[in-house]
């Protein structure tokens, strides 16, 4: 599947390694399957998940599958077998709050405030003699009709045309769909016997590693010749066209 989505791009070896840093040896091994050059099952799933997403492949989904054909995702390791504290750790005791240094501040600011008060004098008062309630109503000239402005009438919004797209599942295979934006409707393995069915605007892409083991149907049409048995396709469906009078 590696190696189909890589060719579907329009790459070679040599670059991606040189965007993945991983060497061309190591990659054409993986291709083949091989992934003892790779140093083990943590550094081979990171190799995966990079060259997955060189190639345009979404990375969780691949190491999913990676998982599933090689005995499972790796067993987390427990924080009390990584980590142990040989000596105990002492904390300093919490001393409580110095209400003596606490209280001289208080009088300090009570003093200086009185100070304000005595020098200030008059200066302090308010003056209230100009200032007039304001009219919680807006002042309207005698004989003049109060209109409201109109309300914008709702407009009509412009539905966007959808897409439908169903897959049947004669055997499992790796399935990737994502709508125009780049969203991903799903992503991982539609097992045999089993129909999806997704929906979104303007244009569905689909990415099935096992074009022979799908049937698919588009606005309702199946969609033929799509591919052969282990065939990796990539395709793009529109809305339905609407049909002339």
Known sequence: MLRAARQSAGLSVEQVGAAT???????????????GQCGGAFYARGHVRAVAKAVGL??????HLYDQEHGGAPLPVAASAVFQADKKIHLPERRGPNWTMALGV???????FGMMRVLGG?????????????SA???????????????PAPGKAVAKKMVTVKMRAKRSSYVNVHDAQGRKLFAGTLKA??????????????LIA??????????????????????????????PKPQSR
Request: proline share 7%.
């Open 122 to 134: 008059a200066s302090d008062q308010v003056r209230t003699g100009d200032v007039r309630a304001a």
């Open 106 to 112: 208080a009088l300090t600011i009570v003093v200086v």
């Open 210 to 239: 096992d074009a022979g083991a799908i049937t698919l149907h588009v606005n309702g049409k199946r969609v033929k010749g799509l591919g052969g048995r282990g065939e990796v396709v990539r395709r793009s469906f529109g809305p």
């Open 137 to 151: 109503r807006p002042s309207v000239p005698p004989n003049t009709p109060i209109t409201e402005a109109p309300k």
């Open 58 to 63: 979404d990375p969780e989904a691949v190491i």
């Open 193 to 206: 016997g089993k129909t999806s069915t997704w929906q979104a605007a303007e244009k569905v892409n689909v």
């Open 21 to 35: 840093r991983i060497r061309e040896a190591i990659i054409q091994c993986m291709e083949q399957d091989d992934y």
